[in-house]
């Protein structure tokens, strides 16, 4: 698949000192839907301001399609839809006064159809002639979607949009985006609920103090990184893991009532948690309850952090 | 889209056609305002006053005041509109899309101060109407006085302009016209000529730009004015230049705008 989006050695430093962003590197494939995940801070809002146009890089260059982002800003950023993280709207404008508005502001002719269609599929239809000072922070951040996507844009900027929305809105969220990448647009939106990410993505960038430190299909991530772990809640407690399980990753939990067996699930030795099983019950322990668990995005993403923070620890030390 | 190389005109007709529905809701008091400024002006100054007043220069008083008083308003209302214009956005951050359109930065000025000069018109002629209610006047070059007010508008639309690029506060965005512009309209010769002022005022004032401005107007109507006519169109050329000027560096280092 070819990139629509291309950041190459994008740095942001503001005259304070701090670096936004460190030589960020980063393709989108035409038609996916990328998660830029990130902690607050790490740089997400700081990249897509850059794409858009919002914010001068430092130094770097950002090819839309082909198009150079300053060179040649009237056709990358045609090509851009940006639904920024908070709510501007103008107060008194009309829910479709102000859509229409989007639309020319990028230069294309009134095409009421459109408009009309977008606003359907957003739920809003009804909300039309709704000033936006009327409507609920949902119903805005709606109304933004259907600003962005009013010029017919190829790619869509979404950065954070479900922060502060109840779990039901998000789910609408979801289904809404799902909808959009099927109608061939590209979508690439910044979350810190890794829920999210996990979601909806097809593949997860992973930011943190402005840099991209990681860029993986999603299942890929997940499975590459997906730890697996099998606890057995033992009968009576131990003080130490018997010597006859050191073939096998045990630890014993404090407290000695748990025993945990962590294994990579994809790989490896099959039958290796069936073997531990039996060895187990040849030793004679007794267990009244095992449970499994599988690290999410949401570990990795942690681990991803941690680390990146350790090694920096370690590299000004 | 009009073509990479084209002007996006259906842009600057969005930025345009929103600025002038925003004055269509505050129509009657954005309109009523300089009315009744102007109505009271010429009750004080025109009736009770003027009638007590000699003629200056072979004009009566009441209808020597016309241009200054027009051009008083109007300097106001450039400023205002136009710094409020692109204050707004900034402040509500609906800039953004402005911002990640495909707009140039001509296209954005032309748009604003299109929109806030097609108001500072509208408020002049209605002003210019409303004075034929009190004192007769007339005018002597109509055309030249269409085009003054026109060149006066836009310049300082510009001026207001960079005011609201340039404005962090709503507190900032009033001091200027409230502090610098208003003194400096006031002892313009909006209700005098300099030549009634005494030393050392009278060379004080010369350095007063609105001096020039209203001056040059007054000459559209009366054919004369309190200095030559050429100086008060390069006191006005001056301060388009400054302002064009001023406005291509903000959008070139992206000034208040880009961080």
């Known amino acids: 698949m070819t ?41 997400k809002t700081t990249l897509i301001s850059i794409i858009c146009g919002l914010v001068n890089p430092s130094e770097g260059q950002i090819l839309v399609g082909g198009q150079d982002s300053v060179r040649d800003y009237r056709a990358a950023r045609s090509m851009i839809g940006l639904v920024p993280q908070e709510l501007h709207t103008d107060a008194f404008e009309k829910v479709i006064t102000t859509v229409r508005f989007s639309r020319g502001l990028f230069g294309k002719p009134r095409n009421d159809a459109l408009i009309e269609k977008i606003l359907r599929d957003l739920s809003l239809w009804d909300k039309r002639d709704a000033q936006m ?88 991530l997940m499975r590459k990184m997906g730890r697996k772990s099998l606890t057995l809640h033992l009968s009576q407690s131990l003080n130490a893991v018997p010597p006859e399980l050191s073939a096998w990753d045990v630890t014993l939990k404090p407290g000695g009532h748990d025993l945990e067996y962590a294994f990579d699930a994809r790989s490896g030795d099959s039958n290796a948690v069936s073997a ?10 007794g267990y009244h309850d095992l449970s499994t668990r599988q690290s999410s995005l949401e570990d990795i993403f942690v681990g991803l952090v941690h680390q990146g923070d350790e090694a920096r620890k370690e590299a000004a030390a | ?64 005041i016309v241009p200054g008083l027009i051009m008083l308003s109007m300097l106001q209302e450039s400023i205002f509109n136009a710094s409020f214009g692109i204050y707004m956005p900034r402040w509500t951050g609906t800039i953004y899309e402005i911002l990640s359109a495909p707009l140039s930065p001509l296209e954005t000025v032309i748009a604003y101060v299109g929109a806030a000069a097609t108001k500072s018109m509208i408020v002049g002629l ?49 001091f200027v016209p409230l502090l610098v512009i208003m003194p400096m309209t006031f002892l313009g010769g909006a209700f005098y000529t300099i030549s009634m002022l005494p030393e050392p005022w009278r060379t004080i004032t010369l350095f007063n730009p609105v001096i020039y401005l209203i001056s040059g107007f007054r000459w559209t109507f009366f054919g004369q004015g309190d200095v030559s006519l050429g100086i008060s169109l390069s006191v006005i050329a001056a301060m388009l230049a400054a302002c064009t000027g001023i406005i291509i560096w903000m959008f070139r280092t992206g000034y208040r705008l880009k961080k």
């Open chain 1, 3 to 43: 990139s629509i989006i291309s950041v190459k050695g994008v740095r942001k430093s503001y005259a304070s000192g701090h670096i936004a962003l460190h030589g960020v590197d980063l393709d989108i494939k035409e038609g996916e839907i990328f998660a830029l995940l990130g902690p607050n801070g790490a740089g």
């Open chain 1, 133 to 220: 000072q009327e409507l609920s922070g949902g119903m805005k951040r709606r109304v933004m979607i259907a600003k962005a996507l009013a010029h017919e844009p190829h790619v869509l900027f979404l950065d954070e949009p479900t922060a502060g929305v109840d779990v039901e809105l998000r789910k609408d969220m979801w289904a809404l985006v799902r909808r959009l990448r099927d109608t061939g647009v590209t979508i690439i939106l910044t979350t810190h609920y890794i829920e999210e990410a996990e979601e909806m993505a097809d593949r997860v960038g992973v930011i943190n103090k402005g840099r991209v430190m990681l860029v993986e299909e999603k299942d890929q």
């Open chain 1, 276 to 285: 531990l099983l039996k060895q187990v019950n040849a030793l004679g322990l």
């Open chain 2, 1 to 64: 889209m009009n073509g990479p190389s084209g002007m996006n005109w259906r842009g600057i007709s969005a930025i345009y056609g929103f600025e002038l529905h925003r004055f269509r809701r505050t129509f009657w008091t954005s309109l009523m305002t300089p009315v009744i400024t102007t109505t009271l002006y010429f009750i004080v100054f025109g009736s009770a006053i003027g009638s007590r007043m000699n003629e200056i220069d072979g004009i009566p008083y009441g209808a020597f």
């Open chain 2, 126 to 174: 209605v002003i210019f109407a409303t004075a034929h209610l009190f004192v007769d006047v007339t005018v002597v070059h109509p055309l030249a006085m269409l085009a003054f007010m026109l060149v006066i508008a836009i310049s300082f639309c510009l001026f207001g302009f960079i005011l609201g690029l340039w404005a962090k506060s709503f507190e900032q965005l009033q």
